[in-house]
């Protein structure tokens, strides 16, 4: 007779107990760092980490050296109660919630100089932030395979390299955008969206879809594809559109496998990204 061992979710609150608990697993630990607010790009995410690792390791921290001063931090979205049920929903095994994850005054190790473009660009210090923390994370949950979403693609693309550079044991698993059944790609920040908004917004998905036609039929001219972008986004306030390689280069021709087109509209305070890596 098989037993069924009964399913509970540990929800960790210290650095020093998820210590603790890190020295005694075995098996492969999968990891998902988030900020909260689960919707189904985490979950999509979370459900990918459970099917490739032994041991699940979600986190929830709201990392304030990732926002510039003073702005939005605290109006960043928390969903504590129905972030747990969602984890449980996961099987998750280990939810770490911790309050600070900082020393008083801690300096920032600086993240390379193509983090002070595009998103690096208006949120300076953004990518410091970020990458401070993932590397703590990291640390602390010393996982086989970490979980990202393809959405925040230049966040991505600097763990991809920042593990590289540090030779981190780490596999850096980047997980494709999921997107509503409009195509609007998930984010926390849809739900300040006005229904009128998020009419418009879908112009973005849509921009997105037409330049991976155009690539497929064999357009390779950046300018080309921007152009036609710009078009479908026309009468919204678009912040950039841009075609980059995978080191975030700006490119003019396009090379397949090589390539990510990259667009941010602004809703009045409410961003909105999207992209397609080709
Ligand atoms: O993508 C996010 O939610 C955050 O930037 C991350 C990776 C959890 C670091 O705070």
């Not at 988030?34 to 390791?57: P, Q, Y």
């Not at 990202?148 to 030779?167: E, P, R, S, T, Y």
Request: proline share 4%.
């Amino acid at each position: 007779l098989k037993l069924l061992k009964e399913y509970i979710l540990q929800i960790v609150k210290t650095i020093e107990e998820l210590q603790n608990i890190r020295k005694n697993l075995n098996g492969n630990i999968g990891f998902v760092p988030t900020m909260g607010a689960l919707h189904d790009g985490h979950i999509s995410l979370i459900r990918k980490a459970k099917d490739e690792n032994e041991v699940v390791i979600v986190s929830i921290f709201v990392n304030p050296t990732q926002f510039l001063k003073g702005v939005d931090l605290n109006k960043y979205p928390r969903k504590e109660e129905a972030d747990i049920k969602i984890c449980q929903m996961c099987k998750v095994d280990y939810l770490f919630m911790p309050n600070s994850m900082y020393e008083k005054d801690e300096v920032l190790i600086k993240a390379p100089i193509n983090s002070y473009v595009l998103e690096g660009f208006t949120r300076p210090g953004h990518f410091d932030g970020v990458l401070q923390v993932v590397l703590k994370l990291f640390n602390l949950t010393l996982p086989k395979n970490a979980y990202f979403g393809k959405k925040d693609a230049q966040q991505l693309a600097l763990i991809q390299q920042m593990v590289k550079n540090l030779f981190l044991p780490i596999n850096i698993i980047a997980c494709d955008i999921v997107r509503e059944s409009s195509g609007l790609a998930l984010s926390s920040r849809n739900v300040y969206l006005t229904p009128e908004q998020k009419e418009e917004a879908l112009k973005i998905s849509k921009s997105i879809y037409m330049a991976g036609n155009l690539i497929a039929k064999g357009e390779r001219d950046s300018k080309i594809v921007k152009d036609k972008i710009y078009k479908i986004l026309e009468n919204l306030d678009v912040e950039y559109v841009r075609v980059v390689n995978k080191r975030f280069d700006e490119i003019e021709k396009i090379e397949p496998s090589n390539t990510i087109i990259l667009v941010v509209v602004r809703f009045g305070n409410v961003r909105l990204l999207d992209n397609i890596w080709m």
